[in-house]
């Protein structure tokens, strides 16, 4: 458009002014900005949704076997993610019934999971023939450590990257006719037998379980702080001479003056395990196996083909014959030695 500031004169129009240009490194910066911006949202949106999962799951554990899983201990076992819980099922598979039990698992295939008993089993009852408790015939059953009577055994499974375990508590109830024996079967995906962490966690789920328990039943009992470590079981590879054991084996005669031997280490346990291998043998030749308490009920059954059974109190002591021809005479011996040195404490009477 013209204007016209003066009728006289034409006033011709001016260039338009040229547009400002942003400095580059600003137009940059906005850009990385937003980026930034867009980053913490998706992560806040990630995270959220973890949040989610695991606020699904609370419920849950916060209820699970009416109330006795310690939530935090029982969140590092399965770790993240949804979870469910079957309370249809009276008792372990082919094993004593349990006054409350419950299953924990991840939702979805293979994911982890946890079988939790209470059992009360009575004292000096007459129970021949009852049906095993589960982690009876542990093979190399652990310690739980200082203020625990149980044990963890474990052992890698079929599948890869899953550790299956067994972890027994048995907490004596002096207010009571009857103690309580709690029981957590773990399957730990990616889980590891030979991994500290895993072990501890399994451990931990189980006498946090226990104390719930005494706490619910009234039991009036003295019980221990978390595990603070949980040894490995005895690898293949990890045998002594029978003059160093200080384990289970201990102050066993060897069959021979060269054999081997292979225990579970010194500590308070609910069952023992000694194996002694004669130079030569092909294959296990001993094996030495005590059982105490609840697992001693279930062991008075006599001896099968091949044993040799001992009973002291609430204690019983089994010797395997695991090759034709064997000793019968060293076989009591070793037996005898076997009961004697067995700790007092596993048939101390209760108050």
């Not at 008993?117 to 200082?146: K, N, S």
């Not at 395990?273 to 004669?278: A, K, M, Q």
């Not at 044993?307 to 109190?313: D, I, K, N, Q, S």
């Amino acid at each position: 458009m013209i204007v016209l500031d003066d009728p006289g004169e034409e006033v011709r129009p001016t260039a338009p002014e040229p547009a400002r240009r942003r400095p580059a490194g600003r137009s940059r910066t906005a850009v990385l900005g937003a980026l930034a911006g867009l980053l913490a949202l998706l992560t806040a949106w990630l995270t959220l949704g973890d949040g989610l999962d695991r606020w699904r799951g609370e419920p849950v554990l916060e209820s699970a076997c009416d109330g006795l899983l310690p939530v935090a201990a029982a969140r590092a076992v399965l770790g993240g993610g949804r979870l469910a819980e079957r309370r249809d099922l009276p008792s372990a598979t082919d094993g004593a019934r349990a006054d409350l039990r419950c299953v924990v698992a991840r939702t979805g295939e293979g994911g982890s999971r946890v079988d939790v008993a209470v059992h009360r089993p009575a004292r000096g009852a007459d129970t021949v023939g009852t049906p095993a408790y589960p982690g009876a015939e542990a093979r190399w059953p652990v310690p739980l450590g200082p203020g625990w009577d149980g044990f963890f055994a474990g052992s890698t499974r079929t599948e890869p990257r899953a550790l299956a375990a067994t972890v027994a508590v048995l907490v004596a109830c002096p207010r009571r006719a009857a103690d309580l024996l709690v029981t957590v079967e773990g399957v730990l995906v990616d889980g590891a037998v030979d991994n500290p962490a895993d072990r501890l966690r399994l451990a931990r789920l189980a006498t946090g379980t226990a104390r719930a328990s005494a706490d619910r039943f009234d039991c009036g009992a003295r019980l221990g702080a978390d595990p603070a470590a949980i040894a490995l079981p005895p690898g293949p590879d990890e045998d002594v001479a029978p003059s160093e054991a200080r384990g289970a084996c201990a102050g066993v005669p060897p069959p021979s003056g060269t054999a081997r031997a292979r225990e579970t280490g010194p500590g308070v346990a609910l069952r023992e395990h000694c194996e002694l291998t004669p130079p030569g043998a092909d294959h296990l030749r001993y094996e030495l196996d005590a059982y105490y308490g609840p697992y001693a009920e279930a062991a008075r059954e006599g001896a099968r083909e091949g044993e040799l059974v001992a009973e002291a109190g609430c204690a019983v002591y089994v010797l395997r014959s695991l090759e034709s021809g064997a000793d019968g005479d060293y076989a009591r011996r070793a037996l005898d030695a076997f009961a004697t040195r067995s700790p007092p404490r596993a048939c101390a009477p209760r108050p």
